[in-house]
């Protein structure tokens, strides 16, 4: 069983900068591959980013590539989202999330789920 807390969202202006952390309860989170998925009212889960167990692979959707960056700490536990240029269609609740296995962009195909952060961005 893994558990996931995020934190690090807030509210911040068009423009600017964010750094979301997901810390986990694994015994080791090198066996899992992380990704970071955001849903905003109305709408379904959806993709950001994700990162492989070694942190060698990284893949991000069209939406936030150049802008956000996601990284790994294996030895603290720690996945981050860092999140520049900051838009307000970027406005969701942010989800961490593991598997154990390949990287992958698909909802489902994780085990495991963090409660969500909010992240606003004002115009």
């Known amino acids: 069983q893994v558990q996931l807390v995020e934190s690090g969202g807030g509210l911040v202006q068009a423009g600017g900068s964010l750094r979301l952390s997901c810390a986990a309860s694994?015994?080791?989170?090198?066996?899992?591959?992380m990704g970071w998925f955001r849903q905003a009212p109305g709408k379904e889960r959806e993709f950001v980013a994700t990162i492989s167990y070694s942190g060698g692979a990284v893949y991000y959707a069209e939406s936030v590539k150049g802008r956000f960056t996601i990284s790994r700490d294996n030895g603290k536990k720690t996945v981050y989202l860092q999140m520049n240029s900051l838009k307000p269609e970027d406005t969701a609740v942010y989800y961490c999330a593991a598997r154990q296995g390949g990287t992958t962009y698909t909802v489902p195909q994780y085990d495991y789920w963090g409660q969500g952060t909010q992240v606003t961005v004002s115009s």
């Open positions: 694994a015994r080791t989170l090198s066996r899992y591959a």
